[in-house]
């Protein structure tokens, strides 16, 4: 009998796993992969996502591996912001969200599965629980209403059966356990991104750099093996039009978002890996917890990759669900009223305020005039440029920076003229211009 059974040994299982095993319970974790492994993500780390790496004591093992910095480069439509989260509200976060501020840093850094998920795996082992991979899980043992285990194969193809007081289900968007559940999704927004990426060397731009022209956005961001993630992404409805020439509208999309990374990519960029892509991004959201069961990461709930918080919120899951089955196991709490606050803080108003913020992002609309005057007003302010960006990788509430009080100050603040950023010569034909589908022939 262990005390978790923990299906999914990524970036929320093996997490929840190393915290688990850490207040002495008895963790199983299975994944039918084996690791090191690659798998589509994001793999970028806003400063929280660090920070959980640092407060767990494993950030030094990654940045041993992985290129990192402080801050980050944001453009629309021409207009360039640039700052980093500070560190006030990092600690803001943390203490309102876990109630300890212990280990925040102010990095970013991207780093690939195969290095992170193998790290955390291992950190998860070296802690004290057991990790089964190639491991196919096939059914969920049940008694009544309570879910009591799990029945699988081994990668050797024995069938096995194991028991638990509770299984996590850390197996992401197309999550087994809640389809054997047959958990609803709810608030689903279908309007997503398609997204392609691939990694080049040959070339550095020193931090993360995000650009958006129109309604297609571009991310070069260095990663591990001196490459940059490089990654375009735009409009779920216009993935038909870019997929028939990947390679060539890859590069016509780098062009038009930034002529001068697109010129860095053509002329000293070498691609190392094939064109990745994805448009299975639309949100939702599930049922948290029930008799015997608790869902993490995406399995719960699943966002668009245009803010790129997906393994950040992995981590942020994995802290609240241990300490919530800490509390249950050891039997400080009643296990479903611990299981009810981790759903409450995951479910917060400013949580959904912040599913809103991405669901609307991944529509990929142009920019309205106002917003784009906002971003011209930021420019003279860094304290504010700071708070935008913490707002815009969920660290501080959206509550905050966009209250009308706060934008009447912007606005009142700096008066600097747009005359310089062409996006407002004639802004109306320009909004039209973006309309159009850029890969269509």
Not at 21 to 30: D, F, N
Not at 302 to 327: I, N, P, W, Y
Request: proline residues 3%; contains cysteine; hydrophobic residues 40%.
């Amino acid at each position: 009998m262990f005390d978790a059974i923990i299906i999914g040994g990524r970036c929320a299982g093996s997490a929840t796993a190393l915290q688990l095993a850490r207040k002495g319970h008895k963790v199983l974790v299975v994944d039918r992969s084996t690791f090191p492994s690659d798998v589509i993500s994001t793999h970028f780390l806003w400063p929280h996502g660090t920070s959980y790496l640092n407060r767990w004591g494993l950030l030094d093992r990654v940045l041993a591996q992985t290129p990192s910095h402080t801050e980050i480069h944001l453009v629309n439509d021409g207009i360039p912001l640039a700052g980093t989260v500070p560190v006030e509200l990092l600690r803001q976060y943390f203490q309102q969200l876990h109630g300890d501020d212990t280990g925040v840093v102010q990095r970013y850094a991207s780093v690939r599965r195969l290095v992170l998920d193998k790290l955390l795996v291992d950190a998860a082992v070296e802690a004290g629980a057991e990790v089964r991979e190639g491991f196919v899980v096939e059914e969920l043992i049940s008694e009544g209403d309570q879910v009591v285990g799990i029945r699988g194969r081994t990668r050797q193809g024995a069938r096995v059966e194991e028991r638990a007081r509770v299984v996590v289900g850390a197996d992401g968007r197309h999550s087994f356990v809640a389809r054997t559940l047959k958990l609803p999704k709810y608030d689903e927004r279908l309007k997503c991104t398609f997204a392609y990426w691939s990694y080049f060397s040959g070339f550095s731009l020193g931090t993360a750099h995000m650009h958006r022209r129109g309604r297609v956005s571009i991310a070069v961001v260095p990663t591990n093996f001196n490459q940059n993630m490089t990654l375009v992404f735009g409009p779920s409805e216009w993935f038909e039009s870019f997929r028939r020439d990947v390679a060539g509208n890859f590069q016509r999309a780098l062009d038009f978002v930034s002529p001068e990374i697109g010129e860095r990519v053509r002329t000293q960029g070498k691609r190392e890996e094939r064109f990745y892509g994805t448009v299975d991004q639309a949100a939702f959201l599930r049922p948290l917890f029930g008799p015997g069961w608790v869902l993490v990461g995406d399995a719960g709930s699943s966002k668009d990759q245009c803010t790129a918080t997906g393994m950040t919120h992995a981590f942020r899951d994995a802290e609240l669900v241990s300490a919530a089955l800490d509390a249950g196991l050891s039997g400080r709490q009643p296990l479903d009223v611990a299981l009810k606050q981790y759903e409450s803080r995951r479910r917060s108003q400013s949580a959904a305020a912040y599913y809103d913020y991405v669901c609307t992002q991944a529509e990929m609309r142009p920019l309205r005039h106002d917003e784009l005057q906002l971003f011209v007003v930021l420019r003279s302010n860094q304290e504010e440029t700071n708070r935008f960006i913490a707002t815009h990788g969920d660290i501080a509430p959206l509550s905050e920076f966009f209250q009308a009080s706060n934008l009447m100050l912007l606005s009142d603040a700096a008066k600097e003229s747009s005359r310089d950023y062409a996006v407002f010569a004639d802004f109306e034909a320009t909004s039209r211009m973006y309309q159009q589908n850029l890969f269509a022939a």
